[in-house]
Nanobody
Framework: VQLQASGGGSVQTGGSLRLSCGAS????????VGWYRQGPGDQRELVAT???????NYADSVRGRFTISRDNVRRTMYLQMNSLKAEDTAVYYC?????????WGKGTQVTVSS
């Protein structure tokens, strides 16, 4: 299983970024996939997940600002991040739980500055 994330970068407060994560080695369309993040000195935390039927779940801190989506044909998940805040600064990881194991992408840095 391989997860390849991209799209991170630096943006000012209030700006937007879109993360992408391509998956291989799994039956992508039937798996719940998601995004997590880990800020400086923090534990890794859930950002959002999206199930095979498109049902999305969000952390309270990002609900209304972030949108998770998936393209089963391209085997890719996305995270559209709007109205970014300094506290969104973190390394973002894409994730899938498959056959009893957690799989993580390499991580992509998002930095939000004022």
């Amino acid at each position: 299983v391989q997860l390849q994330a991209s799209g991170g970068g630096s943006v000012q407060t209030g700006g937007s970024l879109r993360l992408s994560c391509g998956a291989s080695g799994i039956n992508f369309r039937i798996n719940t996939v998601g995004w997590y993040r880990q800020g400086p000195g923090d534990q890794r935390e859930l950002v959002a997940t999206i199930a095979s039927d498109g049902l999305a779940n969000y952390a309270d801190s990002v609900r209304g600002r972030f949108t998770i989506s998936r393209d089963n044909v391209r085997r890719t998940m996305y995270l559209q991040m709007n109205s970014l805040k300094a506290e969104d600064t973190a390394v973002y990881y894409c994730h899938v739980y498959f056959r009893g194991r957690d799989f993580w992408g390499k991580g992509t840095q998002v930095t939000v500055s004022s």
